[in-house]
């Protein structure tokens, strides 16, 4: 199967191309006729296997074939619901990609920011919204957008939205879409709940299931390294030894952290260096150009940042500081062991996060190898008052983007 061969257009098989995309996912093979022929769909699916392109492709033709590209202040066409703020903005930006050459006017929006800038690229006309329950809610109270011209819906990551408290948001949504629409469902499992929902929202839907990614789980190779905040730097110096002229890609939490984390890689033996949001374009392509060419071996990045990237056979993962959200960890990972490479995800975890690691391994389904012999293993010795105010620092922070996430879904 090629692109070729799913009547897509000229414009989107060229952005397709320069993505470096060579041949269509299972979910994209299977996907893409049925959303193009206006049909329902309730994919089984989860992230990594594609599913973004397989929904976000056929939209764009949909609305280029309505549209063109000419209109000045086009109609809002489809919506994407999804759960979270880094999954609405990752869906924009291969929205973007794939749109490169239809440009259809595209957005996203999401809660926790102000919403000036959001509403401007509103007001200014965008066929297709990428959005976060919550946010969305609000600009339609606020009457800054309505659905009424919605000829497409995809709901996004259903289960994962319905376990965040998100039904009720949802169901006030479906009371103003259109009912003569096209809905596409997705979800990674199909507990009870999820299919009373999507039999509420589908019409004689086509059913497309590509079975649990197994890369993730199960091809990569996973360890975990217990140990204290203060030896993380030691750490994660000593596991770089092992790893010869492998290049690794080195999560951190925060863009602060990632430059702190480089410059102390730097001072050791180690090239590396850092790539986040608050880098120019420019500083992250030249960043990225100096990884690829192996002139740095170590990559240190933020998620957001990370997911612009794409290099291929990287052997080692490592999260010097392990995600509070199991799917990030999952994300993260994917990032080793591509086509048929064997790869290798390493974790480093302080006390406070041994909590994070019991969730991954629920969700994963598959314990962790723990690495016990190395020189700095996990004590419970007091943190130092230092250390304390950090960590008290990082639990507000947490806290409040938890909330942040929360607010949202139960608000009204
Ligand atoms: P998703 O499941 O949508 O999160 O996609 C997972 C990853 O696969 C993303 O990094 C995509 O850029 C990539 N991807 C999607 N479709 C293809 C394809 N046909 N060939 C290669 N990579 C792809």
Redesign the pocket.
């Known amino acids: 199967m090629k692109f070729n061969n799913l009547k897509l257009i000229e414009p989107i098989l060229q952005a397709i191309e320069e993505k470096g995309?060579?041949?269509?996912?299972k979910i994209?093979a299977a996907a893409i006729p049925i959303i193009l022929q206006r049909k329902d769909v309730l994919g089984i699916a989860q992230?990594?296997?594609?599913?973004?392109?397989a929904f976000a492709i056929p939209i764009i033709q949909l609305i280029y074939r309505i549209d063109g590209n000419r209109q000045k202040r086009p109609p809002l066409r489809a919506l994407i619901l999804t759960p979270t703020r880094e999954l609405a903005i990752q869906i924009d930006e291969?929205i973007r990609d794939y749109n490169k050459y239809t440009k259809i006017k595209h957005t996203v929006i999401f809660g926790g920011v102000k919403q000036g800038k959001q509403v401007q690229a509103i007001r200014e006309g965008v066929q297709i919204l990428v959005a976060t329950p919550g946010r969305l809610l609000d600009l339609i109270n606020q009457r800054i957008l309505t659905l009424d011209d919605i000829k497409v819906f995809v709901l996004d990551e259903a289960d994962r939205m319905l376990d965040m408290g998100f039904i009720h948001d949802i169901k006030k949504l479906l009371r103003v879409l259109p009912e003569e629409r096209q809905t596409l469902f997705f979800s990674a499992t199909m507990p009870a709940n999820i299919i009373t929902l999507s039999s509420k929202m589908l019409i004689d839907p086509q059913r497309v299931e590509v079975a649990r990614k197994s890369s993730a789980a199960e091809a990569i190779d996973q360890f975990v390294y217990y140990t204290n905040r203060d030896k993380k730097v030691d750490l994660l110096n000593y596991i770089l030894q092992d790893t010869e002229d492998e290049q690794i890609l080195v999560f951190v939490r925060t863009k602060h952290g990632a430059d702190r984390l480089a410059k102390k890689l730097k001072r050791g033996r180690f090239r590396a260096d850092s790539i986040h949001g608050n880098k120019s374009q420019n500083g992250r392509q030249k960043t990225l150009k100096n990884f690829k060419a192996k002139l740095t071996k170590v990559l240190v990045a933020t998620d957001i940042a990370a997911r612009g990237i794409d290099i291929t056979k990287l052997r080692y993962v490592i999260n010097y500081d392990i995600p509070n959200v199991p799917e990030t960890y999952i994300h993260r990972i994917g990032r080793s062991g591509r086509a048929g490479e064997e790869g290798i995800a390493i974790s480093i975890s302080e006390p406070e996060d041994n909590v994070h690691v019991r969730a991954i391994e629920r969700l994963s389904k598959k314990a962790i190898t723990k690495v016990e012999d190395h020189p700095f293993p996990q004590t419970d010795k007091p943190m130092t008052e230092r250390e304390k105010k950090e960590w008290n620092k990082e639990k507000q922070r947490r806290k409040q983007e938890y909330f942040r996430s929360r607010k949202n879904g139960y608000r009204r």
């Not at 995309?21 to 996912?25: A, D, F, I, L």
């Open positions: 995309y060579e041949t269509p996912t994209q992230t990594g296997t594609g599913k973004t392109a291969n």
